[in-house]
Nanobody, 125 residues
Framework: QVQLVETGGGLVQAGGSLRLSCAAS????????MGWFRQAPGKEREFVAGISWSGSPTVFAHSVKGRFTISRDNTKNMLYLQMNSLKPEDTAVYYC??????????????????WGQGTQVTVSS
């Protein structure tokens, strides 16, 4: 089993930045791809960004491309999401997730086996 805990959420004004962190514990060495997803009130959970075990490739949702960066540090069992130029529409609960085997996709939620509890990100206009 792998446990994931997200931190770094909060309230920020539009145009601001936040950095989310995800700490993994347990059998982290058994994970492969990792990703960030988000869910806004009344909406389905959507893919934000994904990264392979080696750090490349990375994949981003069109809505965040050029503004968000995903990275990981396997020596520290950490996953990060740097969010710049935040917009009110980025407001959501952000979830960290990990895959337990190699998949061809990093963006499909059903390919992720482990999920964190989420951290709230609120962007005010």
């Amino acid at each position: 089993q792998v446990q994931l805990v997200e931190t770094g959420g909060g309230l920020v004004q539009a145009g601001g930045s936040l950095r989310l962190s995800c700490a993994a514990s347990g059998r982290f060495g058994s994970t492969y791809g990792m990703g960030w997803f988000r869910q806004a009130p009344g909406k389905e959970r959507e893919f934000v960004a994904g990264i392979s075990w080696s750090g490349s490739p990375t994949v981003f949702a069109h809505s965040v491309k050029g503004r968000f960066t995903i990275s990981r540090d396997n020596t520290k069992n950490m996953l990060y999401l740097q969010m710049n130029s935040l917009k009110p529409e980025d407001t959501a609960v952000y979830y960290c997730a990990a895959q337990s085997r190699v998949y061809s996709s990093l963006s499909v939620p059903s390919t992720y086996d482990y999920w964190g509890q989420g951290t709230q990100v609120t962007v005010s206009s």
